[in-house]
């Protein structure tokens, strides 16, 4: 891919929801965005860009993880209504189509990609890969952004070797820390679904995100974002603080070596910009 060596963009990156309640965020430029995943309300979403100055008009495209209620609630909005591109793979497509929050036809917006397979949008140079999750299918995102690297991994059952390969490579980095172990084990839920969101194809805890952390930091890491955090089995400052703890035996400083920040499920972030 062709660079211009005296042109630098500077690219935003914001959350307006992140969680079973619904996730949503916006990656962008001053000319144009994608999002990614919708599953907000599309009045929180109109809102939140408000908020950072960005014009819905800007938003280019949709790429979805999955086909879990939480990620699609409004893609059929972006898809039929506005003729957005929604890229996502074969399956989760399938899944949206299967899935009764959808109450849409995505039509001509309905863009097929592969795992592993780069695709382009605008300036944004897209690879998918492969993240366990009892969804149909799900995908992480590795997005190269000029000489910066974005990675987004949501819904995770277990690390694998391929999203070590990628979160590796990032600059920034958002990625689950969906419970507490012992809020987990020690709270209300009932046992099979606890069992659903440890067993290897649900969620990340703090600890095992925390320790995955700082196995893969280095230098070249400038900012990490916890998202899809539980409202019952865990607590903002308890996933922070557990990551902070793991990057800090490393010699790692949260806050001086790299930008250490938890997503809300509710409020739209602070607004990031690199």
């Given amino acids: 891919m062709q660079y211009d060596l005296f042109k630098q963009n500077k690219y935003k990156f914001f959350s307006i929801g992140s969680g079973s309640s619904g996730n949503c965020s916006?990656?962008?430029?001053?000319?144009?965005?994608?999002?990614?995943?919708?599953?907000?309300g599309i009045r929180t979403i109109k809102k939140a860009l408000r908020e950072y100055d960005v014009s819905f008009e800007k938003i280019i495209a949709v790429i979805i993880t999955h086909d879990h209620a939480d990620h699609i609630k409004t893609v059929g909005y972006f898809g039929d209504k506005c003729n957005i591109p929604i890229y996502t793979t074969q399956a989760v497509h399938e899944g949206i189509q299967r899935?009764?929050?959808?109450?849409?036809?995505?039509?001509q917006a309905k863009r097929v990609i592969e795992k592993e397979n780069p695709f382009l949008i605008k300036d944004f140079r897209i690879t998918a890969f492969e993240v366990p999750h009892d969804s149909i299918d799900n995908v992480g995102y590795h997005i190269e952004l000029d000489n910066q690297i974005f990675v987004y991994i949501t819904d995770v059952g277990r690390i694998t070797d391929t999203i070590k390969?990628?979160?590796?490579?990032?600059?920034?980095?958002?990625?689950e820390a969906n419970y507490d172990d012992y809020m987990l084990q020690a709270g209300r839920y009932p046992y099979y679904l606890k069992q659903r969101i440890a067993n290897g194809m649900g969620h990340l805890s703090n600890r095992y995100s925390a320790e995955f952390i700082a196995s893969i930091y280095n230098e070249n890491l400038q900012n990490i974002w916890l998202c899809h955090l539980s409202q019952d089995n865990n607590h903002p400052e308890l996933a922070y603080k557990t990551v902070?703890?793991?990057?800090?035996?490393?010699?790692?400083?949260?806050?001086?070596?790299?930008?250490?920040?938890?997503?809300?499920?509710?409020?739209?972030?602070?607004l990031r910009e690199f």
């Fill in 26 to 40: 916006y990656l962008g430029t001053d000319e144009y965005g994608i999002l990614i995943d919708a599953g907000v």
């Fill in 99 to 107: 899935n009764r929050v959808v109450q849409a036809d995505l039509f």
């Fill in 165 to 175: 390969r990628y979160a590796s490579q990032a600059h920034h980095l958002v990625i």
């Fill in 244 to 270: 902070e703890q793991a990057l800090a035996a490393n010699g790692v400083v949260a806050g001086k070596n790299v930008k250490l920040e938890t997503l809300s499920r509710y409020k739209v972030s602070g």
